[in-house]
T-cell receptor
Framework: EDQVTQSPEALRLQEGESSSLNCSYTVSGLRGLFWYRQDPGKGPEFLFT???AGEEKEKERLKATLTKKESFLHITAPKPEDSATYLC???????????FGTGTRLKVLA | GAVVSQHPSRVICKSGTSVKIECRSLDFQATTMFWYRQFPKKSLMLMATSNEGSKATYEQGVEKDKFLINHASLTLSTLTVTSAHPEDSSFYICSPIFSTDTQYFGPGTRLTVL
């Protein structure tokens, strides 16, 4: 069964304290892995798509990487405005369906 | 990026009533629409997939007679929660698909059933 697991469930960082969020997946025929940011009471906001092992993408303080079993979202020198829930999702097989992880709730303290 | 709207953003209703949620893709045409529900501090759970002009496909455990989905045009899909009960209270999010490599989401509708 296709599965996506994110860790940690929650993370508290001091402003400027870099860290990484993990997304482990077990799927048949990965077509893409997606990272989203979700603020409370809002829909997810697209961040990155990764397609193959070794691929990396960056956006401001965020960098996403992908291996054959997991993806990391690295946050460099985070700021309080980076506080949000970060969701990972995979698209696998022949359908358009996305399988979401349970998310990591990030809190960055000033 | 693509713009997706949902209406209403919040709704409170009495148990037994029906509630309709609209999802519009404002600057692109979506042949496929995903509807998700999300409980507090939980991830998105896919409820159903609809294609414009055809019947929706529901995920296992989702009652098709309770959650009516209509995808009558390429820019509008509706989800109607019929005879709502408190356990239906949740955050409902639509996601129109126009590209396989990017998924955009609506801002969500918070449903509270008293």
């Amino acid at each position: 069964e296709d599965q996506v697991t994110q860790s940690p469930e929650a993370l508290r960082l001091q402003e400027g304290e870099s860290s990484s969020l993990n997304c482990s997946y077990t799927v048949s025929g990965l077509r893409g892995l997606f990272w989203y940011r979700q603020d409370p009471g809002k829909g997810p906001e697209f961040l990155f798509t990764l397609y193959s092992a070794g691929e990396e993408k960056e956006k401001e303080r965020l960098k996403a990487t992908l291996t054959k079993k997991e993806s990391f979202l690295h946050i460099t020198a985070p700021k309080p405005e980076d506080s949000a829930t970060y969701l990972c999702a995979v698209q696998a097989g022949r359908t358009y369906k996305y399988i979401f992880g349970t998310g990591t709730r990030l809190k960055v303290l000033a | 990026g693509a713009v997706v709207s949902q209406h209403p953003s919040r709704v409170i209703c009495k148990s037994g009533t029906s509630v309709k949620i609209e999802c519009r893709s404002l600057d692109f045409q979506a042949t496929t629409m995903f509807w998700y529900r999300q409980f507090p501090k939980k991830s998105l759970m896919l409820m159903a997939t609809s294609n414009e002009g055809s019947k929706a496909t529901y995920e296992q455990g989702v009652e098709k007679d309770k959650f009516l989905i209509n995808h009558a045009s390429l820019t509008l899909s509706t989800l109607t929660v019929t005879s709502a009960h408190p356990e239906d209270s949740s955050f409902y999010i639509c996601s129109p698909i126009f590209s396989t490599d990017t998924q955009y989401f609506g801002p969500g509708t918070r449903l509270t059933v008293l």
